[in-house]
């Protein structure tokens, strides 16, 4: 009996929190729509524009590293069990990949 309760308490966990991802999700989506496109960065008139060296990307820390990995399979696995749809997954494996 102890496995079907704990089960039965992840699937409502679950559940809730695809419900608060795609809240979010939307909300965010209509905050981005509700701002005004920003305009290109342009460099001031007064000043020539200036051309910095190529600098390699930079990878996170290996806890950052490890902390996105998490989330990633914790999205994936929310995809693969019907939670969340390929558009969610794909915002949501966009704002981690960003951060």
Not at 78 to 90: H, M, Y
């Amino acid at each position: 009996m102890g496995l079907i309760s704990t089960a039965a308490k992840v699937a409502v966990a679950s559940s809730v929190h695809g419900r608060v991802q795609r809240r979010q999700a939307e909300r965010w989506a209509a905050d981005q729509q509700a701002q005004p496109a920003a305009p290109a960065a342009q460099p001031p008139a007064h000043q020539p524009p200036v051309s910095e060296p190529h600098q390699p990307a930079q990878v996170g820390s290996p806890s950052d590293t490890d902390a996105r990995i998490a989330q990633l399979k914790a999205l994936a696995e929310l995809k693969a069990s019907g939670i969340l749809t390929d558009a969610e997954f794909d915002t949501e494996k966009r704002r981690i990949l960003q951060s």
